[in-house]
């Protein structure tokens, strides 16, 4: 229907108008390096965030893992511990001339001349210790 016609417009041609046109081509560079630079700065920031986070989130799972081995070891050295006070206790009995003959009867049913052993059997403690060991 009614199309408009686009009529060119001319610029003058003046040193003004030159140096104005150089201008302007010097911003729309500089404006276009600008956002290169920042665009390229994004992108390393990015990057270098993602890498010190996935880091720091890595660190954090091995630290949480060493705690939990460290909690599991020290469980581990009261129990060594506890067996080991009981072991120097049992070696100082063993110094003891009245504990070696008792474990001797005891153990091994040895007896002096004369003397007789009975050794009566508990059989309910051991079942209840072998139903605890095999029950999960």
């Known amino acids: ?37 920042l665009s390229i700065f994004l992108i390393l920031t990015v990057a270098l965030s993602y890498l010190i986070i996935s880091t720091f989130i890595f660190r954090s799972d091995v630290l949480e893992a060493k705690k939990k081995e460290e909690a599991k070891l020290e469980k581990a050295l009261a129990e060594l511990e506890r067996k ?26 040895l007896s002096e001349k004369g003397e007789i052993i009975f050794n009566i059997p508990d059989p309910e403690p051991k079942k209840k210790k072998k139903e605890e060991k095999v029950s999960y």
């Open 1 to 37: 229907m009614g199309e408009r016609k686009i009529n060119p417009i001319t610029s003058l041609e003046t040193n003004y108008m030159k140096q104005q046109e150089v201008i302007m081509r010097r911003s729309a560079k500089r404006k276009k390096l600008l956002i290169r630079r």
């Open 84 to 109: 080991q006070s009981s072991l120097e206790n049992e070696i100082v009995k063993l110094n003891d001339d009245d504990y070696i003959a008792k474990l001797a009867r005891s153990e091994y049913f």
